[in-house]
């Protein structure tokens, strides 16, 4: 599928041998996709056209870490034949022939890259009205299904409803920017955070609950507007550092010129990749509960967040220390003798456990 605001990123086959700088012919005969690192397909499996996220494949054709496409259903989300036909629990064919030319279906398809789509919003409504017994199907468009926001408009356009009223709800937001309500719930405390950050950095003597107070958050938003002000002042405090390490791998011919960009997990973690081009590991991963190990994918280093370390064959931690000096960290990647399997020392919000 394509994910929520990523329709703009969607890749044919042709576009995609451009990129490769090799013709169509010799990209369908050698199959470069078929490597194991390269990104996955966002078309279905069967699908007659095959499309990828160009994002995606760009940080893989640089040598950069692939980033991670949105895990999460949302409304807008695209569909093809295959998944709305799977969504609705009927054949393609069946899909083809009754369901898409359906008028509750029918004018909210869209072409990409000539494949037919449909947001899955849509489809869930229908499969609801029809599971309920209604013969037209849904009564109403389900909010924000109708409008596919580009993920990369998504902060301005509720940057800018904050700018109109600080106050603002994740009702308006959902309405007026047409999200659903879970990608209302990841943006606006995000963004109160950062506001709160900006005004922190400005004037250092206030109190974070000070700083929300001056920006005219209600006091009921208050507290998850300042929770998110303190991941992004952390994730502001170790980029420079990550930087450096990144910048210092670069000088040992470890690693391709990059700017390293700090991720957010799941519980506000905090975590970055740097890719390797020179080493035996595809990539370092530096997290702040566990820090810094190497990563045994260079298309997902981070990988998916399960609340333990990750352990395993290629995985290994560096060093005891959160921020070792990028010196210490460089010689433990090229010998292979130190390091350990598992973190030594898990740090905690409250200070550090000692594994």
């Known amino acids: 599928m394509i994910r929520a605001g990523r329709r703009k990123y969607a890749q044919n086959s042709e576009e995609l041998a451009a990129a490769m700088g090799v013709t169509i012919g010799t990209f369908r005969n050698k199959q470069p996709y078929a490597d194991e690192d390269f990104p996955p397909l966002i078309s279905s499996d069967g699908a007659r056209v095959k499309l990828w996220d160009s994002e995606q494949t760009a940080a893989y054709l640089a040598g950069r870490p692939v980033p991670e496409l949105p895990q ?42 000539g494949v037919e789509h449909c947001p899955r919003g849509i489809v869930q409504a229908f499969r609801t009205g029809k599971d309920a017994g209604a013969d037209a199907g849904p009564k109403g468009r389900p909010k924000g299904s109708g409008d596919m926001v580009p993920r990369d408009e998504i902060a301005a356009r509720v940057g800018d409803l904050l700018d109109e009223d600080p106050a603002v709800t994740l009702a308006t937001v959902q309405e007026r920017v047409g999200l659903s309500y879970a990608a209302a719930a990841r943006a606006l405390p995000r963004l109160r955070g950062e506001r709160i950050a900006d005004l922190l950095q400005i004037e250092p003597d206030l109190t974070p609950e000070e700083a929300a107070t001056r920006l005219g958050y209600p006091t009921s938003v208050q507290r998850t507007a300042v929770a998110s002000a303190a991941t992004e002042l952390r994730a502001r405090q170790v980029q420079p550092y990550l930087q450096r390490v990144a910048d210092v791998l670069v000088g040992a011919g470890l690693a391709a010129a990059q700017d390293v960009q700090v991720q957010r997990l799941e519980g506000d973690v905090l975590a970055a990749a740097v890719a390797l081009s020179g080493s035996g590991a595809p990539a370092l991963v530096w997290d702040e509960r566990y820090g810094w190990r190497t990563a045994v994918s260079k298309r997902h280093p981070i990988g998916k967040e399960t609340g333990t370390p990750p352990e395993g064959d290629g995985i290994r931690y560096l060093s005891e220390h959160q921020q070792p000096e990028p010196a210490e960290l460089l010689a433990a990647l090229t010998d292979g003798r130190r390091g350990t399997r598992h973190p030594k020392t898990v740090h905690l919000a409250g200070g550090t456990l000692q594994g």
């Open 72 to 113: 999460e259903d949302d409304e807008q989300d695209l569909l093809d034949r295959n998944e709305a036909a799977a969504e609705l629990g009927v054949s393609p064919k069946t899909w083809d022939k009754n369901y898409k030319t359906h008028p509750q279906i029918a004018p909210h398809l869209v072409t990409v890259k």
